[in-house]
C-alpha cells in the first residue's frame, strides 16, 4: 500500500533549524522524483522543493540558500533541511512524488512552526 511517513517538525525560533524526513514505499519513491510542500491555512498547496532520482535539486525562490533538499535511495526516504527558518516558514508540510501518476495520499501533512 503506497504511503508516506513524515517525521521531524516542531516548533522552532526564529533562524533556528528543524530536519524533516519522509519515508515513502517503493511505489512513490523509486526511480521517482520527490517533493515537498508546504500550505497554510486559507491557501493553496505550494511547492517548496524537489529532489530527482539523479539527486539534481529545485528549489521556490521562498527557501533557496535556506532548505536543502536531499535523498537517500537505500531508505526510500527524502529529507528537508530547514536553517535560517522565518515566521513565514510556518505551514503544515508534505512530501510527495512530483508526477502525479506515482503520487501517494496527501495525509495530515507535518506541522512547522516558527515562532518566537
Known amino acids: 500500500q503506497a504511503q508516506l511517513v513524515l517525521s521531524g517538525g516542531g516548533l522552532v525560533q526564529p533562524g533556528g533549524s528543524l530536519r524533516l524526513s519522509c519515508v515513502a514505499s517503493g511505489s512513490i519513491f523509486n526511480d521517482n522524483s520527490m517533493g515537498w510542500y508546504r500550505q497554510v491555512p486559507g491557501k493553496v498547496r505550494e511547492w517548496v522543493a524537489t529532489v530527482n532520482a539523479d539527486g539534481s535539486t529545485s528549489y521556490a525562490t521562498s527557501v533557496k540558500g535556506r532548505f536543502t533538499i536531499s535523498r537517500d535511495n537505500a531508505k526510500n526516504t527524502v529529507y528537508l533541511q530547514m536553517n535560517n527558518l522565518k515566521l513565514e516558514d510556518t505551514a503544515v508540510y508534505y512530501c510527495?512524488?512530483?508526477?502525479?501518476?506515482?503520487?501517494?495520499?496527501w495525509g495530515q501533512g507535518i506541522q512547522v512552526t516558527v515562532s518566537s
Open positions: 510527495n512524488a512530483i508526477r502525479n501518476p506515482f503520487r501517494g495520499p
